[in-house]
């Protein structure tokens, strides 16, 4: 029976604020293979690794991503008070660029960006899509593009420098269509959208579903074919021990001695 990889999404969010640079190690240090994250572009065309286009949520400031700067990001603390209190706190916003030094020292493990239809609504596909693969070619053979973006995967697909990912909005033939048309390296889905029981459509090799916590419903998926799972809870999730059969354990990391960051202990769009 095929057994999943599992992905950390937004690192190991069920424990650390998502998106912060001691959640995506505490979820590599616990044997993700993959982790995911998001990106967005702020002011001065730096990629800040965050899901909203606001810090409200995340920092607790009413403030654009799009209206702040490098130097201002870099006053924030996204530890996520509203989930953590002050627990994490402070928990600096984290660089694209600090995400793909912390993944160098794993060299077995691989790092989905997922680019914001937001920043991508507010810059123009054209301009981000540049620079993003402009920073990420370098980490090329670990990283995976992924958005809900039509037009951002094609430009990836159209430059042919990295992996890609389709996320679907809809399970449904107008999206079947577009997928052939696009062919995306990875397919992604949320597990609720498939049909129970069904293998996802069969002209795609590829696919993870998100976002699951449940290891037997992975495990399930997984004998459908679908190769990779992306789950909130990537430590508790790899305690199951056929899910465990296939971490990447402490042994990926190239430099055990380097510091871990302090701290302690569904949806996509």
Known sequence: MAI???????????????????????????GACYVECDVQMNADGEFVVLHDDN???TAGQDMSVYSADTALCATLS?????????????????LLRQVLDLIRGYPRAVVLVEIKEQSLAYWGVQPVMARLL????????????ISFDHAAIAYVRQQGALATGWV???????????ALELRPDLMVCNYRKLPPGERPWVEFERWMLYDITDPELAITYGALGVEL???????????????HRLSCGRSIRRDASAPVPRGGAETRA
């Open 168 to 178: 679907l909005r809809d399970y449904d033939a107008v999206h079947h269509r577009r």
């Open 78 to 94: 996204v530890h996520e008070p509203a989930r953590f209190g002050e627990a994490f706190c402070p928990q600096p916003v984290p």
């Open 55 to 57: 810090f409200l949520r």
């Open 4 to 30: 999943p990889r599992l992905v950390a999404h937004r690192g190991l969010m069920a424990r650390y604020p998502e998106n912060t640079l001691v959640g995506l190690r505490a979820a590599l240090e616990s």
């Open 134 to 145: 402009a920073q990420l070619q370098p980490c090329a053979e670990q990283c995976i593009v």
């Open 229 to 243: 799972i992306e789950t909130a809870d990537i430590g508790a999730m790899l305690r199951h021990p056929q899910l």
